[in-house]
């Protein structure tokens, strides 16, 4: 496995660090589920990542490999994603046959969520042609190390079943399932704080 380097992104590579997102989920069963129409997604998916994750680069807690090769929007505690700007979107683009159950599904993720204090991990990605390097655990160990530092837990959703793995590598745990309608399953799963170690340079 190959050193990776992980930055910071700024203003500057929110363009670069959504794209690589998008490309990242043109597969991922949900993702598609919500536009599986191949115009559609490249079309409204951006639109989507702004809305769910987007705070991650005002707060300075988005990251990016080299190259753009894989993204991570974390929002620290007291952050959430952009509700109102996310039912607006999903209220213009998602077809009429399955709204009922992407809120629905959304609906559930809200009630998954910790009640105490935690960091959330809306959206992590790493494009096709560079899976398999070590671009997605450089990602996820750079914020966990902050939560272990602060001994706070961390909190995502897995919307691939095939990315379960990674994530309980890193500590974290499955501790339910969400699933409405015809959507697929997603994951929530639960990372507990560590002993900390020291925190991975990023610049």
Not at 94 to 102: C, E, F, P, T
Not at 192 to 198: D, E, I, L, N, Q
Request: net charge negative.
């Amino acid at each position: 496995m190959q050193a990776v380097t992980i930055k910071t992104a700024n203003s500057c590579d929110e363009p670069n660090a959504i794209a690589t997102i998008v490309m990242a989920f043109s597969s991922d069963p949900a993702a598609r589920w919500v536009y599986p129409d191949p115009l559609q997604y490249l079309a409204h998916f951006p639109c989507f990542v702004r809305a769910f994750g987007g705070k991650a680069f005002g707060n300075g807690t988005a990251h990016v490999a080299e190259e753009y090769a894989g993204a991570a929007l974390w929002l620290p505690p007291e952050v959430q994603p952009d509700e109102e700007e996310l039912a607006g979107v999903l209220d213009r683009t998602v077809a009429s046959a399955i709204r009922s159950d992407v809120f629905a599904v959304f609906d559930q993720m809200g009630r998954c969520h910790p009640r105490e204090p935690h960091w959330y991990l809306p959206l992590i990605g790493v494009e096709n042609r560079f899976q398999g390097r070590g671009y997605g655990s450089a990602l996820l160990s750079r914020a966990l190390a902050e939560c272990d530092r602060d001994r706070l837990p961390a909190y995502l959703e897995s919307s691939n079943p095939r990315n379960i793995p990674l994530y309980e590598r890193h500590g974290f745990q499955v501790v339910g399932t969400i699933q409405a309608g015809s959507s697929p399953a997603l994951y929530p799963m639960l990372r507990k704080p560590r002993p900390a170690g020291p925190v991975p340079a990023v610049s």
